[in-house]
């Protein structure tokens, strides 16, 4: 299938808690230090701190910090609930709808100052963000490859091979995975590692567990540079994930 190039990718995870923004802001971070200009999106958020300003979540003001092309705070994150629910909850509760085309509009205002913009998913692949759309149905409409952070723990495989089912169903386009160590307890993590690896591809890039400073951890530019150019070129596919 040929897609038009990507103007970024869009990050997913096998859960929430995995990683997406660790990995997401490091991605951004490596990106940026390739003098490319990235800016950051998180277009639904639920989990929120009221300020003058407004509510702001955690998650947007981590990829604003770490993007060098600077935007308003709503154009980086159109949607903000207060609650830290499941976002068509809290959207419900709040008396809001998630408009799909409000958060392509957003999207075009970031990729037109931009090279590359790094959007960070809420949840999963298939976290609802309205009665019929989810955060698969996002993706879609921003046209982004996806890089999948695959959260290094036990069941992981389970999870993992059921997101790449769901974006293959989804026809979506994939730019690689990304394995994120986030439990140094794990048993044979090395052999996870290589039955995601054959049963998936490659991974672009396996993140080690830090136990200080995890906001910190670095990407090697090499595997961020590749992300995108495979997000870029038009023959991303989802059939090698699975
Ligand atoms: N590689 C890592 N090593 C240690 N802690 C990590 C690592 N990756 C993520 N974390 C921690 O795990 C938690 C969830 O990460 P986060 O990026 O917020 O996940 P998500 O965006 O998928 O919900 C955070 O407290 C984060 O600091
Ligand atoms: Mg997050």
């Given at each position: ?50 300020t ?34 499941a ?114 591809q ?9 136990s ?31």
């Amino acid at each position: 299938m040929t897609r038009p190039a990507a103007r970024g990718v869009f990050v997913t995870g096998t859960d929430t808690g995995v990683g997406k923004t660790v990995v997401a802001a490091a991605l951004i971070r490596a990106l940026a230090r390739q003098g490319l200009r990235v800016a950051g999106m998180k277009p639904v958020a639920a989990g929120a701190s009221a300020t003058p300003s407004g509510l702001r979540n955690a998650d947007a003001l981590a990829l604003m910090q770490a993007a060098n092309v600077r935007a308003p705070y709503d154009t980086v994150n159109p949607y903000c609930f207060a609650a830290p629910i499941a976002p068509h909850i809290a959207a419900r509760d709040a008396r809001s709808a998630v408009d799909i085309d409000l958060i392509r509009r957003r999207f075009a205002e970031l990729a037109s100052d931009a090279d590359c913009v790094v959007v960070e998913g809420a949840g999963g692949w298939l976290t609802p963000v309205s009665e019929h759309a989810s955060m698969a149905d996002v993706a879609a409409a921003l046209a982004l490859p996806v890089v999948l952070v695959v959260g290094l723990r036990l069941g992981c495989l389970n999870h993992a091979r059921l997101t790449a089912r769901a974006l293959c169903a989804h026809g979506a386009g994939v730019a690689g995975w990304i394995g994120n160590s986030i439990d140094p307890a794990f048993e044979r993590a090395a052999d996870n590692i290589a039955e995601l690896e054959s049963r998936l591809q490659r991974a672009a890039a396996i993140v080690p567990y830090a136990s200080h400073a995890p906001e910190a951890l670095e990407l090697p530019p090499a595997a961020a540079l590749h992300l995108v150019a495979r997000a870029a070129s038009s023959v991303t596919q989802t059939h090698c994930l699975l």
